[in-house]
């Protein structure tokens, strides 16, 4: 069975820090593509950013460039987001979706997500 | 950057009836590249459809994708109670530039 679980959300004053995790198991992790994808109180999804199977390639959404970094432990099939710089707007449910293709070149559709984690910016 | 735009906002249907859910893309777009998906109240996305008109694992037949260029459309043939939830629509593909949804349109008990 497929599972993905993320942790690591909180309460934090703007300007800060915060690093999410999210464990995987079920399948061959190294295989896939991950991304982060966030939703705010009421709205609807946006992607964050994406990291190849290898952990070398990664990605951004502009919003995010230069203060979130997307990156992952293949030996302990964890998937992370370190998130500094918090701004109020960062403050969201942030689910890991996997990609549904292995190593296909495609920035692909998510087959599976995690349940989400709330990150909260206010002072 | 394409914009997709979800209509209606708020879909009200009866259980029973046919749903039709609109996607439309501010410029033509590989078809290959459009997924969709439901959500419920506090649980995470559930993809339903790939590539347009593929169903996912485990998806109902009741489900329909279909679409070309910029008009994409998701079909409920007949409507279950368990199907009440919002729909995203997404455009994927060769680069990340190409990561976009929705709005979403809300599919509510009549």
New interface residues.
Partial sequence: EVQLLESGGGLVQPGGALRLSCVVSGFTFSNYAFNWVRQAPGKGLEWVAHVGGGGVNTDYADFVKGRFTISRDNSKNTLYLQMHSLRAEDSAVYYCAKDGFADNGVWDFFDYWGQGTLVTVSS | EVVLTQSPGTLSVSPGERATLSCRASQSVDSS?V?W?Q?KPG?????LI?AASSR??GIPDRFRGSGLETDFTLTISRVEPEDFAVY?C?Q?????E???????TKLEIK
């Fill in positions: 590249f997924a998906y959500q649980q995470a996305p559930r993809l790939y996912a694992t995203y997404q994927y593909g060769y680069s990340p190409m990561y976009t949804f929705g709005q979403g």
